[in-house]
């Protein structure tokens, strides 16, 4: 399983991005997938995960209403749309994999990680 996530840059608060993690391996569709964030200095944190069929979604707090997590099984993505963005969404930001038919919060349970993709959200 490789996963490489994408999309990350520079926005100014209010703005919004959309971030990639495409999957590489095989049986996408059997797989939970994560989006975790991980500041400077601080611990690596959950944001959203969605499951295999993606019926099912979890979010942050801090992000609930204004971040959207979706997938495409077709194309072995999964997307996080983040709109009105705040400076402390500033972060890297990682997907993780997990095989399983349940949603994940925490980051120890996921067993394969992508590199992560920067975010900077000026005020």
């Known amino acids: 399983v490789q996963l490489q996530a994408s999309g990350g840059g520079s926005v100014q608060a209010g703005g919004s991005l959309r971030l990639s993690c495409l999957y590489s391996g095989f049986s996408f569709d059997d797989y939970t997938i994560g989006w975790f964030r991980q500041a400077p200095g601080k611990e690596r944190e959950f944001v959203a995960t969605?499951?295999?069929?993606?019926?099912?979604?979890i979010y942050a707090d801090s992000v609930k209403g204004r971040f959207t997590v979706s997938r495409d099984n077709a194309k072995s993505t999964v997307y996080l749309q983040m709109n009105s963005l705040r400076p402390e969404d500033t972060a890297v930001y990682f997907c993780?994999?997990?095989?399983?038919?349940?949603?994940?919060?925490?980051?120890?349970?996921?067993?394969?990680w992508g590199q992560g993709t920067q975010v900077t959200v000026s005020s």
């Open positions: 993780a994999a997990r095989e399983s038919e349940l949603v994940w919060t925490s980051p120890g349970t996921y067993g394969s």
């Open positions: 969605i499951s295999r069929n993606g019926n099912r979604t």
